[in-house]
Protein backbone atom coordinates (compact mmCIF):
# COMPACT_ATOMS: atom_id res chain seq x y z
CA UNK A 1 0.00 0.00 0.00
CA UNK A 2 0.98 3.40 -0.90
CA UNK A 3 2.93 5.86 2.21
CA UNK A 4 -0.07 7.95 3.75
CA UNK A 5 1.10 11.50 5.42
CA UNK A 6 -1.32 10.50 8.01
CA UNK A 7 -4.46 8.94 8.75
CA UNK A 8 -6.73 11.45 10.06
CA UNK A 9 -8.14 14.39 8.65
CA UNK A 10 -7.07 16.52 11.56
CA UNK A 11 -3.39 15.95 10.84
CA UNK A 12 -3.23 18.80 8.44
CA UNK A 13 -3.16 22.16 9.90
CA UNK A 14 -4.25 25.23 7.39
CA UNK A 15 -1.25 28.19 8.40
CA UNK A 16 -2.17 30.29 5.48
CA UNK A 17 -5.58 32.16 4.57
CA UNK A 18 -4.35 31.83 0.70
CA UNK A 19 -5.11 28.14 1.22
CA UNK A 20 -8.50 28.22 2.44
CA UNK A 21 -11.24 27.41 -0.33
CA UNK A 22 -14.38 29.16 -0.39
CA UNK A 23 -15.57 31.89 1.83
CA UNK A 24 -13.38 34.03 -0.34
CA UNK A 25 -15.29 37.58 1.67
CA UNK A 26 -13.92 36.88 4.56
CA UNK A 27 -10.40 36.21 3.05
CA UNK A 28 -10.23 38.87 0.87
CA UNK A 29 -11.34 41.19 4.17
CA UNK A 30 -8.71 39.76 6.53
CA UNK A 31 -6.03 40.18 3.49
CA UNK A 32 -6.67 43.71 3.37
CA UNK A 33 -6.45 44.15 6.88
CA UNK A 34 -3.80 42.27 7.44
CA UNK A 35 -1.47 44.39 4.93
CA UNK A 36 -3.09 47.35 6.71
CA UNK A 37 -1.37 46.29 9.80
CA UNK A 38 1.84 45.17 9.10
CA UNK A 39 2.08 48.50 6.51
CA UNK A 40 1.16 50.27 9.91
CA UNK A 41 4.04 48.36 12.16
CA UNK A 42 6.20 49.61 9.53
CA UNK A 43 5.83 52.71 10.02
CA UNK A 44 5.02 53.49 13.64
CA UNK A 45 7.05 54.44 16.54
CA UNK A 46 7.58 51.40 19.32
CA UNK A 47 5.38 53.27 21.92
CA UNK A 48 2.72 53.48 19.83
CA UNK A 49 2.90 49.72 17.36
CA UNK A 50 -1.26 48.97 16.21
CA UNK A 51 -2.96 46.05 17.49
CA UNK A 52 -5.10 44.03 15.10
CA UNK A 53 -8.18 43.70 15.24
CA UNK A 54 -10.08 42.49 17.30
CA UNK A 55 -11.83 39.88 15.16
CA UNK A 56 -15.40 38.89 15.24
CA UNK A 57 -15.92 35.32 13.06
CA UNK A 58 -19.79 34.56 12.62
CA UNK A 59 -21.52 31.68 11.23
CA UNK A 60 -23.04 28.73 11.40
CA UNK A 61 -21.15 25.29 13.30
CA UNK A 62 -18.67 23.71 10.90
CA UNK A 63 -18.24 26.61 8.16
CA UNK A 64 -14.45 26.79 9.17
CA UNK A 65 -14.10 29.87 11.57
CA UNK A 66 -11.56 27.90 13.60
CA UNK A 67 -9.99 26.83 10.78
CA UNK A 68 -9.84 30.45 9.99
CA UNK A 69 -8.72 31.73 13.55
CA UNK A 70 -5.80 29.01 13.23
CA UNK A 71 -4.42 30.12 9.93
CA UNK A 72 -4.85 34.36 10.78
CA UNK A 73 -2.48 33.00 14.17
CA UNK A 74 0.21 31.95 11.78
CA UNK A 75 -0.39 35.05 9.68
CA UNK A 76 -0.03 37.13 11.85
CA UNK A 77 2.91 35.38 13.06
CA UNK A 78 2.65 34.98 16.62
CA UNK A 79 4.43 32.76 18.65
CA UNK A 80 1.13 32.21 21.51
CA UNK A 81 -2.26 31.07 21.00
CA UNK A 82 -4.09 30.71 24.07
CA UNK A 83 -7.77 28.91 22.89
CA UNK A 84 -10.85 28.80 24.74
CA UNK A 85 -14.45 28.12 24.76
CA UNK A 86 -16.91 30.41 25.80
CA UNK A 87 -18.46 27.79 28.15
CA UNK A 88 -15.12 27.08 29.39
CA UNK A 89 -14.07 30.57 30.72
CA UNK A 90 -16.95 30.85 33.16
CA UNK A 91 -15.18 33.22 35.94
CA UNK A 92 -13.98 36.50 35.36
CA UNK A 93 -10.99 35.04 37.22
CA UNK A 94 -10.56 32.85 34.62
CA UNK A 95 -10.87 35.16 31.69
CA UNK A 96 -7.99 37.37 33.77
CA UNK A 97 -5.66 35.34 34.21
CA UNK A 98 -5.54 34.11 30.36
CA UNK A 99 -5.64 38.19 29.48
CA UNK A 100 -2.32 38.91 32.11
CA UNK A 101 -0.57 35.89 30.71
CA UNK A 102 -0.84 37.28 26.82
CA UNK A 103 1.59 39.15 25.71
CA UNK A 104 2.09 41.20 22.52
CA UNK A 105 3.09 37.92 20.42
CA UNK A 106 0.36 36.21 21.62
CA UNK A 107 -3.32 35.47 20.20
CA UNK A 108 -6.48 34.73 22.13
CA UNK A 109 -9.04 32.86 20.53
CA UNK A 110 -12.39 32.27 22.22
CA UNK A 111 -14.86 30.29 20.19
CA UNK A 112 -18.58 30.31 21.58
CA UNK A 113 -18.21 33.75 22.73
CA UNK A 114 -21.76 34.33 23.24
CA UNK A 115 -21.83 31.61 25.80
CA UNK A 116 -19.44 34.10 28.19
CA UNK A 117 -21.71 35.64 31.11
CA UNK A 118 -22.01 38.92 31.25
CA UNK A 119 -19.50 40.10 33.68
CA UNK A 120 -16.73 37.87 31.85
CA UNK A 121 -18.48 40.20 28.51
CA UNK A 122 -17.53 43.77 30.61
CA UNK A 123 -14.40 42.64 31.59
CA UNK A 124 -13.17 42.02 27.90
CA UNK A 125 -14.75 44.93 27.05
CA UNK A 126 -12.19 46.40 29.27
CA UNK A 127 -9.53 44.70 28.23
CA UNK A 128 -9.80 45.80 24.31
CA UNK A 129 -10.93 49.10 24.91
CA UNK A 130 -8.38 50.43 27.63
CA UNK A 131 -5.98 47.85 27.89
CA UNK A 132 -6.40 46.93 31.55
CA UNK A 133 -7.75 45.20 33.85
CA UNK A 134 -9.47 46.66 36.62
CA UNK A 135 -8.75 43.61 39.84
CA UNK A 136 -10.30 44.14 43.38
CA UNK A 137 -7.90 45.65 46.72
CA UNK A 138 -8.00 43.41 48.98
CA UNK A 139 -11.59 42.19 49.85
CA UNK A 140 -12.82 45.07 48.98
CA UNK A 141 -15.34 45.22 45.77
CA UNK A 142 -15.67 49.37 45.50
CA UNK A 143 -12.04 49.91 45.38
CA UNK A 144 -9.54 48.46 42.57
CA UNK A 145 -6.23 49.00 40.63
CA UNK A 146 -5.74 48.67 37.31
CA UNK A 147 -3.03 46.28 35.60
CA UNK A 148 -1.62 47.04 31.97
CA UNK A 149 -2.81 44.80 29.28
CA UNK A 150 0.06 44.16 26.38
CA UNK A 151 -1.10 44.46 22.66
CA UNK A 152 -2.15 40.75 22.30
CA UNK A 153 -4.95 39.98 19.06
CA UNK A 154 -8.31 38.84 20.08
CA UNK A 155 -10.55 36.88 18.01
CA UNK A 156 -13.72 36.20 18.90
CA UNK A 157 -16.36 33.39 17.31
CA UNK A 158 -19.58 32.78 17.24
CA UNK A 159 -22.72 31.43 16.22
CA UNK A 160 -25.06 33.83 17.65
CA UNK A 161 -23.08 37.09 17.35
CA UNK A 162 -26.61 38.86 19.15
CA UNK A 163 -25.72 36.87 22.29
CA UNK A 164 -23.16 38.79 22.55
CA UNK A 165 -23.92 43.08 24.75
CA UNK A 166 -23.36 45.48 22.10
CA UNK A 167 -20.58 47.08 23.33
CA UNK A 168 -18.26 44.19 23.19
CA UNK A 169 -19.89 43.29 19.62
CA UNK A 170 -19.92 46.90 18.13
CA UNK A 171 -16.04 46.94 19.68
CA UNK A 172 -14.93 44.36 16.89
CA UNK A 173 -13.17 46.20 14.28
CA UNK A 174 -13.15 43.37 11.82
CA UNK A 175 -16.20 41.62 11.29
CA UNK A 176 -16.41 38.53 9.05
CA UNK A 177 -19.23 36.71 8.13
CA UNK A 178 -19.25 33.04 7.12
CA UNK A 179 -21.37 31.50 4.71
CA UNK A 180 -22.66 27.64 3.96
CA UNK A 181 -20.41 25.95 0.99
CA UNK A 182 -21.32 25.62 -2.40
CA UNK A 183 -20.76 21.81 -3.59
CA UNK A 184 -17.77 23.00 -5.71
CA UNK A 185 -16.22 24.69 -2.61
CA UNK A 186 -16.72 21.47 -0.61
CA UNK A 187 -15.49 19.32 -3.54
CA UNK A 188 -11.96 21.86 -3.25
CA UNK A 189 -11.70 21.27 -0.09
CA UNK A 190 -11.91 17.45 0.46
CA UNK A 191 -9.22 17.07 -2.81
CA UNK A 192 -7.37 19.80 -0.67
CA UNK A 193 -7.27 17.67 2.30
CA UNK A 194 -6.92 14.24 0.54
CA UNK A 195 -4.00 15.23 -1.23
CA UNK A 196 -2.18 16.82 1.82
CA UNK A 197 -2.67 13.55 3.52
CA UNK A 198 -1.73 11.29 0.37
CA UNK A 199 -5.23 9.77 0.27
CA UNK A 200 -5.52 8.19 -3.49
CA UNK A 201 -9.33 8.28 -4.34
CA UNK A 202 -10.55 6.35 -7.33
CA UNK A 203 -11.95 9.73 -9.18
CA UNK A 204 -13.37 12.74 -8.43
CA UNK A 205 -16.79 11.44 -7.56
CA UNK A 206 -15.46 10.29 -4.49
CA UNK A 207 -14.97 13.30 -3.35
CA UNK A 208 -17.88 15.21 -4.89
CA UNK A 209 -19.98 12.60 -3.51
CA UNK A 210 -18.30 13.27 0.08
CA UNK A 211 -19.57 16.58 -0.50
CA UNK A 212 -22.78 16.23 -1.23
CA UNK A 213 -23.69 14.54 1.72
CA UNK A 214 -22.47 17.35 4.37
CA UNK A 215 -24.89 19.64 4.57
CA UNK A 216 -22.92 22.39 2.82
CA UNK A 217 -20.17 22.30 6.02
CA UNK A 218 -16.72 21.57 5.70
CA UNK A 219 -16.45 19.93 9.22
CA UNK A 220 -19.37 17.16 8.00
CA UNK A 221 -17.11 17.04 4.29
CA UNK A 222 -14.09 16.10 6.30
CA UNK A 223 -14.13 14.60 9.84
CA UNK A 224 -17.43 12.59 9.31
CA UNK A 225 -17.54 11.83 5.59
CA UNK A 226 -13.87 11.92 4.30
CA UNK A 227 -12.67 10.39 7.47
CA UNK A 228 -15.18 7.46 7.20
CA UNK A 229 -14.36 6.63 3.78
CA UNK A 230 -10.83 6.64 4.37
CA UNK A 231 -11.58 4.03 7.36
CA UNK A 232 -13.58 1.90 5.28
CA UNK A 233 -11.37 1.75 2.54
CA UNK A 234 -7.96 0.99 4.74
CA UNK A 235 -10.32 -1.63 6.39
CA UNK A 236 -10.31 -3.63 2.92
CA UNK A 237 -6.78 -2.86 2.40
CA UNK A 238 -7.49 -0.85 -0.76
CA UNK A 239 -5.14 1.36 -2.05
CA UNK A 240 -7.46 4.53 -2.85
CA UNK A 241 -11.17 5.04 -1.18
CA UNK A 242 -13.62 4.26 -4.05
CA UNK A 243 -17.23 5.26 -4.90
CA UNK A 244 -17.75 1.56 -3.10
CA UNK A 245 -16.13 2.31 0.05
CA UNK A 246 -18.06 6.33 0.29
CA UNK A 247 -20.96 3.98 -0.22
CA UNK A 248 -20.30 1.70 2.60
CA UNK A 249 -18.99 4.14 4.28
CA UNK A 250 -22.82 6.32 4.22
CA UNK A 251 -24.33 3.12 4.81
CA UNK A 252 -22.75 2.25 8.52
CA UNK A 253 -23.26 6.40 9.26
CA UNK A 254 -26.81 6.19 8.01
CA UNK A 255 -26.33 9.32 6.12
CA UNK A 256 -28.82 9.35 3.32
CA UNK A 257 -28.48 11.04 -0.27
CA UNK A 258 -29.51 14.67 1.52
CA UNK A 259 -26.89 14.06 4.03
CA UNK A 260 -29.66 13.29 6.35
CA UNK A 261 -28.99 11.18 9.48
CA UNK A 262 -31.30 8.84 11.27
CA UNK A 263 -32.98 11.32 13.66
CA UNK A 264 -33.30 13.78 10.85
CA UNK A 265 -35.56 10.64 9.24
CA UNK A 266 -36.99 9.93 12.16
CA UNK A 267 -38.53 13.82 12.43
CA UNK A 268 -39.31 14.34 9.15
CA UNK A 269 -41.22 10.70 9.50
CA UNK A 270 -43.29 11.89 12.67
CA UNK A 271 -44.50 15.56 10.43
CA UNK A 272 -45.77 12.92 7.66
CA UNK A 273 -47.82 10.87 10.53
CA UNK A 274 -49.50 13.85 11.03
CA UNK A 275 -47.56 15.07 14.08
CA UNK A 276 -46.60 19.00 13.45
CA UNK A 277 -46.79 20.53 17.85
CA UNK A 278 -43.46 21.40 18.44
CA UNK A 279 -44.23 19.49 21.85
CA UNK A 280 -45.59 16.43 20.34
CA UNK A 281 -42.52 15.94 17.86
CA UNK A 282 -40.03 16.42 20.77
CA UNK A 283 -42.38 13.82 22.81
CA UNK A 284 -42.25 11.55 19.68
CA UNK A 285 -38.80 11.40 18.51
CA UNK A 286 -37.40 11.14 22.63
CA UNK A 287 -35.74 14.73 22.03
CA UNK A 288 -35.73 18.56 23.60
CA UNK A 289 -37.21 21.12 21.77
CA UNK A 290 -34.78 23.28 21.82
CA UNK A 291 -32.66 20.40 19.87
CA UNK A 292 -35.20 20.01 17.46
CA UNK A 293 -36.04 24.08 16.70
CA UNK A 294 -31.76 24.58 17.11
CA UNK A 295 -30.27 21.66 15.38
CA UNK A 296 -32.58 19.80 13.28
CA UNK A 297 -34.79 21.87 12.16
CA UNK A 298 -32.55 25.05 10.37
CA UNK A 299 -31.22 22.77 7.55
CA UNK A 300 -34.54 21.12 6.89
CA UNK A 301 -36.19 24.34 6.07
CA UNK A 302 -33.16 26.19 4.22
CA UNK A 303 -33.75 22.77 1.68
CA UNK A 304 -37.11 23.03 1.81
CA UNK A 305 -38.13 19.56 3.30
CA UNK A 306 -40.18 21.44 5.91
CA UNK A 307 -41.93 24.76 6.92
CA UNK A 308 -43.28 26.60 9.61
CA UNK A 309 -46.75 28.04 10.31
CA UNK A 310 -46.78 30.05 13.38
CA UNK A 311 -46.36 27.04 16.36
CA UNK A 312 -47.10 24.29 13.71
CA UNK A 313 -44.61 22.52 10.93
CA UNK A 314 -45.15 20.77 8.08
CA UNK A 315 -43.10 18.35 6.11
CA UNK A 316 -43.28 19.70 1.94
CA UNK A 317 -43.78 17.93 -0.91
CA UNK A 318 -39.96 17.56 -1.47
CA UNK A 319 -39.89 16.44 2.04
CA UNK A 320 -42.29 13.66 1.58
CA UNK A 321 -40.92 12.99 -1.87
CA UNK A 322 -37.70 12.80 -0.32
CA UNK A 323 -38.79 10.42 2.90
CA UNK A 324 -40.59 8.07 0.74
CA UNK A 325 -37.77 6.97 -1.68
CA UNK A 326 -34.72 7.44 0.17
CA UNK A 327 -32.88 3.97 0.86
CA UNK A 328 -32.44 4.71 4.30
CA UNK A 329 -34.73 3.83 7.27
Request: aromatic residues 6%.
Amino acid sequence: MSQNIGNDVNQIKISSLSKIQGQADVVDLLQVSLESYFNSRSTAKPENMPSFGPVLLVGHSGTGKSLVAQALHSELGNLNLIESNGEMVSTTSELSSMLITADENTTVFIDECQALNSKVQHILLTAISERKLYVPRGTSKKTSYSVPLANFTLILASTHEYQLQDALRNRMRIYCRFNYYSIDDLTNIVKQRADSLGWKYENDEVLRTISIRAKSTPRLALNRNLQMAYNVSISHNNEMITLSDVEEAFKLLKIDELGLDTLERQYLRTLLNGSNKLNVLSSKTGLPSATISNVIEPFLLREGLIDKDGSNRNITEKGKHHILNTNYQ
